[in-house]
């Protein structure tokens, strides 16, 4: 079936430094790919998202990146802050019985020290 | 305006037992999701609706089934439960699927099962 692999699954960066987390996705139709942070015991809220008419957007600190021809996609954070510290998910569309559901990478651990 | 709210936050079960995790939202949304949360695994679709009155399997659905009788709420039910299924259970909706701002989904809080 379809899948979105994901990594690194942890990352450990100081305060200041920048992250990258990537993802790899097997659909070639997939069009939509949201990044959602979710702390430690609380839901995954949406940070970012792209679709596949874009190559990248940005907003303050954080980016995306899209190669279509490559199927990966990566989350960019500048100038990492101790909030930033969660796990991050990408994921992926996939069109099944003429709707969108969405395939979520498995998670990258971001804990940044100060 | 709530969101989605998920009930109950927290529930220990024997194998074997039944229950019901009720989500709702009051945004007014078209679809909703069930998803489990495990460690390493990310987030699992279980079931879908696209609309009051349907739903659709997802990639894990044995051991569960669902309702969506109101436009505003979605059913979980496990009808035998295993240990196999202690996870993190979460709910979400979307106003689409299909492009746009409508196709983001808003996560609810959280149930978390423990199966004995």
């Known amino acids: 079936g379809e899948n979105v692999e994901q990594h690194p699954s942890t990352l450990s960066v100081q305060e200041g430094d920048s992250a990258v987390i990537k993802c790899t996705y097997s659909?070639?139709?997939?069009?939509?790919f949201p990044w959602y942070k979710q702390e430690l015991g609380k839901r995954p809220q949406l940070i970012i998202d792209?679709?596949?008419?874009?190559g990248e957007k940005k907003d303050q600190r954080i980016a995306v990146t899209l190669n279509k021809t490559a199927k990966h996609f990566s989350l960019h954070i500048t100038e990492t802050q101790p909030e930033d510290s969660a796990v991050y998910f990408c994921?992926?569309?996939?069109?099944?019985?003429?709707?969108?559901?969405?395939?979520f990478g498995a998670g990258t651990r971001l804990a940044v020290h100060p | 305006n709530a969101g989605v709210t998920q009930t109950p936050k927290f529930r220990v079960l024997k194998t074997g037992q039944s229950m019901t995790l009720l989500c709702a939202q009051d945004?007014?949304?078209?679809?909703m999701y069930w998803y489990r949360q495990d460690p390493g695994m990310g987030l699992r679709l279980i079931h879908y609706?696209?609309?009051?009155?349907?739903?659709a399997k997802g990639e894990v659905p044995d051991g569960y089934n669902v309702s969506r009788l109101k436009k505003q709420n979605f059913l979980l039910g496990l009808e035998s439960a295993a240990p196999s299924q202690t996870s993190v259970y979460f709910c979400?909706?979307?106003?689409?699927?299909?492009?746009?701002?409508?196709?983001?989904?808003?996560f609810g809080p959280g149930t978390r099962l423990l199966v004995l």
């Open positions: 979400a909706s979307s106003y689409s699927t299909m492009g746009g701002r409508g196709e983001t989904q808003y």
């Open positions: 659909d070639s139709a997939s069009n939509y």
């Open positions: 609706s696209v609309g009051e009155g349907t739903t």
């Open positions: 994921a992926a569309s996939i069109r099944a019985g003429g709707y969108n559901k969405l395939i």
């Open positions: 945004m007014n949304h078209e679809y």
């Open positions: 792209i679709r596949s008419n874009v």
